[in-house]
């Protein structure tokens, strides 16, 4: 049941990644406004107890167990959307992955893992989509990129080469459907308190890169609360805005970034120098989950400096460390 008036009331969207986190907290706000909704994820138990939620809520909601990197998988789930919800008026591309670690921990592998997820699963994705939406005139498509798809911080590097591909393919796509009457917004987040840092994946000394991660994750000065991300991703949606970017950190950064791009690199290249070495790490950034190097970690500061982090997995179905109830 629709709990504002809204210009998305009674349309239909699919949420990829719309089982935890960010995905979840946005199928929310669309519930809330009246949409019919179709979500998919990788994860069978996770998105089933999205789906339970969310039509506990009072929703129209249906559920798909997908792989976005399955090149056939795009036009399966607009092919469901259209038999459940009669055809996909919004789309939100939201599915990603993060992996953590410095250059030594990545293979040319966590590389295309990181495209196929976070950019070619976008553009199959508005591909699928976009035959309908030209039909009808009208349609929004929503893709999550990050401010690391406009500056490249270090030991994140699969991630940032992703999200700058996303952001580039979005601009383009807006500039291109314009005229088509299709609404292209490109979201660009900084760190968010989803509870996303239990499901990354650490590389090299996995227990102290989890700690910097976790920790600006979780510090309420550079992150920011994931439900206030939520609504002012889904405002943007009704508004058709071309760009939003969450967190005065990111904001800053951005801006920082496109007058002055030396003085940023050099900033990171200083950060760099603080951050772990691979050393003699654990190896591979996909051998270790945020929840094992939570574990191993066993640090009551980085427990603590987390603990608004923490919370928000409980609530966002993400996985939680048995250390901390889960």
């Known amino acids: 049941m629709a709990t504002r008036k809204s210009p998305l009331n009674g349309l239909s969207a699919l949420v990829t990644g719309g ?3 960010l995905g979840l907290l946005i199928a929310r706000e669309l519930v809330g406004r009246g949409c019919r909704l179709l979500i998919c994820a990788r994860d069978a138990d ?9 039509r506990a809520m009072g929703g129209q909601v249906y559920s798909v167990v997908a792989d976005l990197t399955d090149t056939e998988t795009p036009d399966r789930l607009v ?19 993060i992996q953590v670690g410095p250059m030594e921990t990545m293979t040319e592998q966590d590389f295309r893992e990181a495209m196929e997820v976070m950019f070619f699963a976008q553009l199959r994705m ?12 009208t349609g929004r498509i929503v893709n999550i ?22 952001t580039g393919f979005s601009d383009g796509l807006r500039a ?8 292209v917004t490109t979201v660009i987040p900084g760190l968010m308190r989803t509870g996303s840092h239990f499901a990354a994946r650490f590389g090299g000394k996995a227990e102290q890169e989890y700690a910097w991660f976790a920790s600006g994750a979780g510090m309420p000065v550079l992150s920011m609360n994931a439900e206030r991300a939520a609504r002012a991703i889904v405002r943007a949606a009704e508004r058709g805005r071309p760009e939003v970017i969450l967190t005065p950190a990111a904001k800053a950064a951005v801006r920082l970034h496109g007058v002055a791009p030396a003085t940023t690199v050099r900033m990171l290249s200083l950060v760099d120098r603080l951050l772990p070495s691979a050393g003699n790490g654990t190896g591979p950034v996909r051998d270790v989950s945020g929840v094992d190097a939570c574990e191993r970690l066993d640090s009551r500061l980085v427990d603590r400096v987390t603990s608004l982090a923490n919370r928000a997995a409980r609530r966002n179905n993400e996985p939680v460390p048995a250390k901390l109830g889960g």
């Open 126 to 137: 508005a591909l699928a989509v976009l035959p309908g939406m030209r039909s009808r005139g």
């Open 176 to 183: 291109e459907l314009a005229p088509a009457g299709i609404s």
């Open 79 to 97: 092919a469901v959307a259209e038999e459940k919800c009669g055809q996909v008026d919004v789309l939100v591309n939201n599915a990603g992955i």
């Open 19 to 21: 089982s935890r986190g």
């Open 46 to 54: 996770e998105l089933r107890r999205a789906e339970e939620e969310l």
């Open 145 to 166: 990129t990050s401010v690391g798809g406009r500056i490249a911080v270090p030991h994140l590097l699969p991630y940032a080469a992703a999200k700058f591909a996303a």
